[in-house]
């Protein structure tokens, strides 16, 4: 792992972004088309904001989400909500979203095909994580039901998660295919998650899911 500090979360969400930037032109220049993988949740809309007006060719990147609360985007709890109002507008605007959601009752009932939207954009060309204070990262929670399938080398792409923790049903991307990633980044702030991250290094994935993609990302972290 390697941890990158910076002066305030102003910088890191301005650096951060810049970084996933550079890293996504890099693979346009030499693939032709990227994929980047992002989290939900209250820590990442400023990255967003930097990303959406960034003069890459959006066109050519895919962007999904590292997992999805089971509700429609009429929910304030909807990450896709997330990922339409603070990053896909302005240059953005033009990237392709590979649906986590579809309308069903559960996520169970959408898992295969969701998965198959997914499928040719693997591996992932930048993934960036969050990192919740009890060291879920995606929707792998500390005590989840599905948690060992998901961490498992041969899971599926996508699985289903309920946890205490998670209030809604989940879905969300398993260990290898965040592992997989070729370049995988970690953002976190404050001390709390400082600490639990320092925590989660004495764990093992089962009991911190963060764990499970530490061994080659950077954290990033500010105060
Ligand atoms: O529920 C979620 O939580 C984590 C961490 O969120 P934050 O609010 O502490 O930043 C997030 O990474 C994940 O994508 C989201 O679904």
């Known amino acids: ?22 890293q996504l032109a890099d693979f346009l220049r030499r693939e032709g088309r990227a994929s980047l993988s992002v989290p939900g949740g209250t820590t990442p809309g400023p990255i967003f904001d930097t990303l959406s007006g960034v003069d890459i060719d959006w066109s050519k990147v895919a962007v999904f989400l590292n997992d999805e609360r089971w509700v429609g985007e009429d929910s304030p709890r909807s990450n896709t909500r997330l990922l339409r109002e603070r990053l896909l507008r302005g240059k953005a605007a033009a990237a392709q979203l590979i649906p986590l959601y579809a309308e069903a009752a559960n996520p169970e009932e959408r898992l295969e095909d969701l998965a198959e939207g997914l499928r040719p954009h693997l591996p992932i060309s930048v993934l960036l994580l969050g990192m919740g204070a009890d060291m879920h990262t995606a929707s792998l929670f500390p005590g989840a039901d599905r948690l060992t399938d998901a961490l498992a080398a041969d899971a599926p792409i996508l699985l289903p998660m309920r946890a205490e923790a998670a209030g809604e049903p989940r879905i969300t991307l398993t260990a290898p295919v965040l592992k997989g990633a070729m370049n995988i980044h970690i953002l976190i702030t404050g001390q709390e998650k400082r600490d639990a991250l320092e925590r989660a290094l004495t764990l093992s994935p089962e009991e911190a899911p963060v764990r499970a993609v530490l061994d080659n990302a950077t954290v990033h972290w500010a105060e």
């Open 1 to 22: 792992m390697k941890f990158e500090p910076y002066p305030d979360r102003e910088f890191l969400m301005l650096g951060l972004a810049n970084v996933i930037a550079g």
